[in-house]
């Protein structure tokens, strides 16, 4: 192997290592997909959806963005969630940001050059929309902190308005949205309380 032999290794030694433990693990998953869950994640190397849940191949449907954003207007990531939901059915929708976010952190920095200065807007624009709540915390690494919580927010309430989810909600549909944050610092997962399975009243 001329390039990145040590991956293609580790690669047989994973694929050995799945079916020394369940003879039809390949087979089953070639078969059908049937995740329960839609992750939407950070692109951060630190996070890795599946591992940090412990779920395995098959049981977790990913979307990976920085910062985990559900733009409308994003292709990608509506593509995903309507799979997601009208196609696997899946049952939850989750939301996973992580304190020490780059982009996050990028929003109280100086510009960046496009395109990533594009996606970072958002997260600016989010932040101008919280300036008053975020001013009054002590310092910056606080105010990126409490950025990475309501950007989680921010980003259940926008699934919460998505035709899709709606659509889902009102065929009777079970689907749940999550907002989650996940510490870098001690690899645990806490709830944000934003849940939501019915549209706003
Ligand atoms: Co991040």
């Given amino acids: 192997m001329r390039f990145l032999p040590s991956l293609f290794e580790n690669n047989r030694r994973w ?3 799945q079916v020394a433990r369940d003879p039809d693990f390949f087979s089953r998953l070639c078969a059908i997909q049937a995740p329960e869950h839609l992750w939407i994640g950070c692109a951060d ?21 920085i ?7 994003d292709p990608n990531c509506q593509a995903v969630i309507q799979f997601a939901v009208e ?10 940001g992580h304190y020490g976010c780059g982009g996050v952190k990028a929003a109280f920095g100086p510009p960046a ?33 409490r950025l990475c919580e309501l950007n989680v927010a921010h980003q259940v309430a926008t699934l919460r ?27 645990l997962i806490r709830d944000l309380q934003v849940s939501s399975d019915r549209p706003e009243a």
Wanted: hydrophobic residues 40%; negative net charge; charged residues 30%.
């Fill in 161 to 187: 308005r998505l035709p899709v989810v709606r659509g889902a909600w009102e065929r009777g549909h079970s689907l749940t949205l999550h907002g989650w944050i996940y510490d870098l610092g001690d690899g």
């Fill in 67 to 73: 910062a985990n954003l559900v733009l409308p207007e």
């Fill in 45 to 65: 190397s630190r996070v890795p959806a599946n591992e940090i849940v412990g779920l395995a191949p098959g049981e977790l449907f990913v979307h990976r963005n």
């Fill in 113 to 145: 050059r496009e395109p990533l200065e594009g996606w970072i807007r958002h997260l600016r624009d989010l932040r101008r929309a919280h300036g008053t709540e975020l001013d009054a915390l002590p310092d910056e690494a606080a105010r990126v902190r």
């Fill in 87 to 96: 196609e696997l059915g899946v049952a939850h929708v989750v939301v996973t």
């Fill in 15 to 17: 694929a050995r290592e």
